[in-house]
């Protein structure tokens, strides 16, 4: 049980610092004249458009504006913490509370 619980806790970390990436890639699509050519962003964009193009395909851009973000965030969000509260169910199960 111990094992499932670090686990989950590794996978909520990696998802956070997923989080921390898709905030860049999205501040980062502000700037228009930025060149997606460099190897750090052409990075960034591959890590993180495949998860935002399958919220593109729910909302799609509003007058220009992507409003697909929030809802990746909002979703990303719900999971960590899902992931996060059987995680410490798990830990209160096996020290016995």
């Known amino acids: 049980m111990e094992i499932l619980s670090?686990?989950?806790?590794?996978?909520?970390?990696?998802?956070?610092?997923?989080?921390?990436v898709l905030i860049i890639r999205v501040l980062l699509s502000w700037f228009p004249n930025i060149d997606w050519?460099?190897?750090?962003?052409?990075?960034?964009?591959?890590?993180?458009?495949?998860?935002?193009?399958?919220?593109?395909?729910?909302i799609p851009p509003i007058g220009g504006i992507d409003l697909s973000a929030i809802l990746a965030f909002i979703s990303l969000s719900l999971v960590q913490q899902l992931l996060s509260s059987?995680?410490?169910?798990?830990?209160a199960m096996s020290s016995g509370y």
């Open 37 to 58: 050519s460099n190897p750090i962003l052409t990075s960034i964009s591959s890590i993180t458009d495949p998860y935002l193009n399958a919220f593109r395909g729910i």
């Open 86 to 91: 059987t995680s410490m169910s798990i830990l």
């Open 6 to 20: 670090t686990f989950l806790q590794v996978l909520v970390q990696t998802l956070e610092i997923y989080s921390l």
